[in-house]
């Protein structure tokens, strides 16, 4: 049984920055996509980034030059650096892999910014 689990969410004053982490467990054969997510209350869930192999990494544009997402394909993690944090961020941030051709999202960490 996989699932994905995400660590790194919190309170954060505007200009600042957080990591956000995500792991698989479980056995799995192959990860083919890796990515983040976010869900602001009252809004619609909405891609930030995510990597896809042999194909590259694709942002949101209001995060282009601020968020940062990286894969360690031996390790099967995904983090997302996001830096020049704005209050509009503030969202629950969900972590997506499509693991052995099946969609897989964790159950969301909450990101606050404020001050």
């Known amino acids: 049984h996989v699932q994905l689990v995400e660590s790194g969410g919190g309170l954060v004053q505007p200009g600042g920055s957080l990591r956000l982490s995500c792991a698989p467990s479980?056995?799995?054969?192959?990860?083919?996509?890796m990515g983040w997510y976010r869900q602001a209350p009252g809004k619609q869930r909405e891609l930030v980034a995510i990597v896809v192999s042999n194909f590259g990494t694709n942002y949101l544009d209001s995060v282009k030059g601020r968020f940062t997402i990286s894969r360690d394909n031996a390790k099967n993690t995904v983090d997302l650096q996001m830096n020049s944090l704005k209050p509009e961020d503030t969202a629950v941030y969900y972590c997506?892999?499509?693991?052995?051709?099946?969609?897989?999202w964790g159950k969301g960490t909450l990101v606050t910014v404020s001050s």
């Open positions: 997506y892999a499509l693991i052995d051709y099946r969609p897989y």
């Open positions: 479980g056995t799995i054969v192959s990860i083919s996509t």
